[in-house]
């Protein structure tokens, strides 16, 4: 069994910045690749992020791309998200995911991760 809790989240200015964290407990996620979702408000849940089981390779969203950087510290079994230049379309609940598998081949389908955290919400103010 495993658990994943996110933190970070807030409301905060077009242009600014967070970062998102995720503690998983229960067991180690260091075999396993790690992502990012989030759900704006009334539409589904969409991709955000992926890092592989070593930290080696990462997958974005385009809609983040140069944005967003996901990190992962096996020490710590911790898996973050800093969320830069942040736009009102960002807002949205933020959940972070362990997947079923080692890379981020195939990250965007949700059906690929098994464990969900409770999300963390970010709402930013145009």
């Known amino acids: 069994q495993v658990q994943l809790v996110e933190s970070g989240g807030g409301l905060v200015q077009a242009g600014g910045s967070l970062r998102l964290s995720c503690a998983a407990s229960g067991r180690t996620l260091n075999i396993y690749s790690m992502g990012w979702f989030r759900q704006p408000p009334g539409k589904e849940r969409e991709f955000v992020a992926c890092?592989?089981?070593?930290?080696?390779?990462?997958s974005y969203a385009d809609s983040v791309k140069g944005r967003f950087t996901i990190s992962r510290d096996h020490v710590k079994n911790t898996v973050n998200l800093q969320v830069n230049s942040l736009k009102p379309e960002d807002t949205a609940v933020y959940y972070c995911?362990?997947?079923?598998?080692?890379?981020?081949?195939?990250?965007?389908?949700?059906?690929?991760?098994?464990?969900w955290g409770q999300g963390t919400q970010v709402t930013v103010s145009s």
């Open positions: 995911a362990k997947s079923r598998l080692y890379g981020c081949t195939n990250s965007r389908a949700i059906g690929n991760y098994d464990y």
């Open positions: 890092i592989n089981w070593n930290g080696a390779s990462t």
